[in-house]
């Protein structure tokens, strides 16, 4: 076990969790761009959220070098970010009698397995450009739930080696 009072600064942008977050800000982004008003609160709610759950990585990650609690709290806030945001295209989806890909529907699998296969912006921004905002949303729904079990991952090991 390494003994020094200041370890270094994890590399957040090597973190499969962040990489997902990217994704989800910059997939939200163009979402309320094309298919809400700006003067919806909801605009604001979802870009802020999205903002969140990536900047709060960065700044757990530059908080590791010197207290591994405020990493804890501060991958928490990011957690609870992206729950906030998958709430609010959840919320969309409702509201507009749109569907929301069922569990075992095709759709629902198919993204699944681009999500495991591929973190990158430009990848999922290609696919977003063509699609639908129902499409887009649930594609967004399930790159959230992907980055909170990445999270929940990335939490428990954090959280056993603070208590060790």
């Known amino acids: 076990m390494d ?12 973190l499969l969790c962040y990489q997902k977050a990217l994704v989800i800000y910059d997939m939200t982004y163009h979402f309320c761009e094309r298919f809400l008003d700006k003067r919806d609160r909801t605009y604001d709610q979802m870009l802020q959220a999205a903002r969140s759950g990536k900047q709060n990585i960065i700044e757990g990650c530059a908080a590791s070098s010197t207290s591994a609690k405020t990493e804890i709290k501060l991958l928490n806030v990011a957690k609870a970010s ?11 989806l ?9 569990e075992g ?18 990848f999922f921004m290609g696919l977003a450009e063509t699609r639908p905002p129902e499409t887009i949303a649930n594609m967004c729904i399930v790159l959230i739930k992907q980055a909170d079990y990445l ?3 990335q939490l428990q090991r954090l959280s056993d080696h603070f208590v060790k």
């Not at 409702?94 to 069922?102: F, S, V």
């Open 3 to 14: 003994s020094r009072l200041v370890q270094p600064n994890r590399n957040y942008t090597s």
């Open 82 to 92: 992206l729950h906030e945001l998958l709430e609010d295209y959840e919320d969309y």
């Open 94 to 102: 409702k509201t507009r009698n749109h569907r929301q890909w069922e």
């Open 105 to 122: 529907s095709a759709e629902l699998e198919a993204m699944r397995e681009l999500g495991k296969q591929h973190n990158d912006t430009d």
């Open 151 to 153: 999270l929940y991952k």
